[in-house]
């Protein structure tokens, strides 16, 4: 996929890959991989965006980005 906020998911039951809802489309103006910082707490993956620190969460249960 051409998205460059797509996300994917690995399900360790299925033992496959599940698409995920995009980033949020902030995040698309990061110029680099390298400007984010990405940490997973529980059900939760959280992206910073280093320069401005906005950030945003992922909860893999509802599926569903808040930030």
């Given at each position: 996929e051409?998205?460059?906020?797509?996300?994917?998911?690995?399900?360790m039951?299925?033992?496959?890959w599940?698409?995920?809802?995009a980033m949020?489309?902030?995040l698309?103006?990061?110029?680099?991989?390298?400007w984010?910082s990405?940490?997973?707490v529980g059900?939760?993956?959280?992206?910073?965006?280093?320069n401005?620190?906005?950030?945003?969460s992922?909860n893999t249960?509802?599926m569903?980005?808040?930030?």
């Amino acid at each position: 996929e051409d998205d460059p906020l797509a996300v994917e998911m690995y399900d360790m039951e299925s033992r496959s890959w599940v698409m995920c809802p995009a980033m949020p489309t902030m995040l698309k103006s990061v110029p680099a991989s390298t400007w984010l910082s990405v940490a997973v707490v529980g059900e939760a993956m959280f992206v910073t965006e280093k320069n401005s620190g906005a950030t945003y969460s992922f909860n893999t249960i509802t599926m569903n980005w808040e930030g």
